[in-house]
């Protein structure tokens, strides 16, 4: 019964496959650098592909820290395309690209997503922290699209690049280059003194649907990913997803670390694992009706004081559980939401209305 598909819908698993990085980025929640002691061996990582792909996982997104820095990242990222799961690759791109260009052309992921924070080396090597970033990100994006490799960026918003998404945006259009636009959250080494603002992430919705509506998906495929378009009436759902329906964490989402302990999803702090691989099969952990609770069992009473009295709260359950849970200490209780943004904005307007009366 153990291995048995009892919790439905498993969709996307994302790994990581080494702590090991070759940057310190501002922005990193796993404060990565070093690789974890006890990291998957090669053979436990190709019985985790199987087993996924038993629990009936359509995608595997592979990522680091630096994927590209552990030495069997080819051996796994094939045994996942044998088994006839979708391949997602997700790289700093600080590297020469002429051989791992040639792998990827070999194993033919579905994509490919480089992170691309800035629009010139005075913004990337900064957020990046480390001298030449830019320039040899470039690089290895430029040799992708030669390549005729399904390339992406990913862009991690804050403060410090904020005002510079429509400089990224002139690098990437008309050029096929898919972009991907998340927020970034205080976990790991990024410090809340950097979060966007109510009045900047509102404005960050709108620049990504403007953009949607602007371009034909030909020009610049464009995604706001995790937590976008939560109930607004201005702004549309700006996910993969068709719609919001709380957070999918543990519900169709996995995440996986290098040492084999699972969360809910990746971004998740380490309160959230639920066991490790190496303990207890991912088939055992997905199916435990215990486990990933604080979304598949959720109740209306599990709302925090932010969403506690909101129409949407059976409906969005709290919103994004990583933001929530990062800034606010709980989950089920973000503290970003487009409806909430709104509904305040049309409360200072009265209150205006009634003192200009007075």
Not at 8 to 37: M, Q, Y
Not at 301 to 316: A, T
Request: with cysteine; hydrophobic share 35%.
């Amino acid at each position: 019964m153990k291995d048995k598909k009892i919790y439905k819908n498993p969709d996307i698993t994302v790994w990581e496959l080494t702590l090991k990085c070759n940057l310190k980025c501002l922005h990193c929640g796993s404060s990565a650098g070093f690789k974890r002691t006890n990291e998957l061996t090669t053979k436990q990582a190709l019985q985790l592909c199987h087993d996924l792909s038993d629990l009936g996982f359509k995608g595997i997104a592979l990522m680091g820290g630096e994927l590209f820095l552990r030495k069997d990242w080819e051996v796994i990222s094939k045994e996942i395309k044998d088994l006839g799961i979708i391949l997602s690759i997700i790289t700093n791109g600080y590297f020469s690209p002429d051989k791992i260009i040639r792998q990827l052309n070999s194993i033919e992921p579905e994509c490919v997503m480089v992170g691309l924070d800035g629009s010139s080396a005075e913004i990337q090597d900064k957020i990046r922290n480390v001298d030449g970033a830019f320039n040899k990100i470039m690089n290895f994006i430029h040799a992708a699209k030669e390549a005729n490799l399904p390339i992406g960026i990913i862009t991690t918003v804050h403060k410090m690049n904020f005002a510079d998404l429509p400089n990224i945006k002139n690098i990437i259009v008309n050029k096929q280059i898919g972009w991907q636009i998340q927020e970034a959250t205080p976990i790991g080494r990024f410090p809340k003194n950097l979060l966007l603002s109510d009045e900047e992430y509102y404005t960050l919705g709108l620049f990504i649907y403007s953009m949607q509506k602007k371009y034909k998906t030909k020009e610049i495929p464009i995604v706001g990913v995790h937590n976008f378009g939560f109930f607004s009436r201005a702004i549309p759902n700006l996910s993969s997803y068709p719609k919001w329906e709380g957070c999918y964490a543990g519900k169709t989402v996995l995440g996986i670390q290098s040492n084999g302990n699972v969360k809910g999803c990746l971004a998740l702090s380490d309160k959230f694992i639920e066991g490790n691989v190496l303990n207890r099969k991912i088939q055992e952990i997905w199916n435990d009706l215990d486990s990933f609770s604080y979304n598949r069992n959720f109740k209306i009473e599990n709302l925090g004081e932010n969403c506690r009295n909101c129409k949407y709260g059976k409906k969005c359950k709290g919103g994004c559980l990583t933001r929530s849970s990062s800034i606010t200490g709980i989950p089920h209780n973000d503290p970003n939401c487009y409806y909430r943004i709104e509904k305040n904005i049309d409360n200072l307007i009265d209150i205006e209305q009634e003192n200009s009366n007075l």
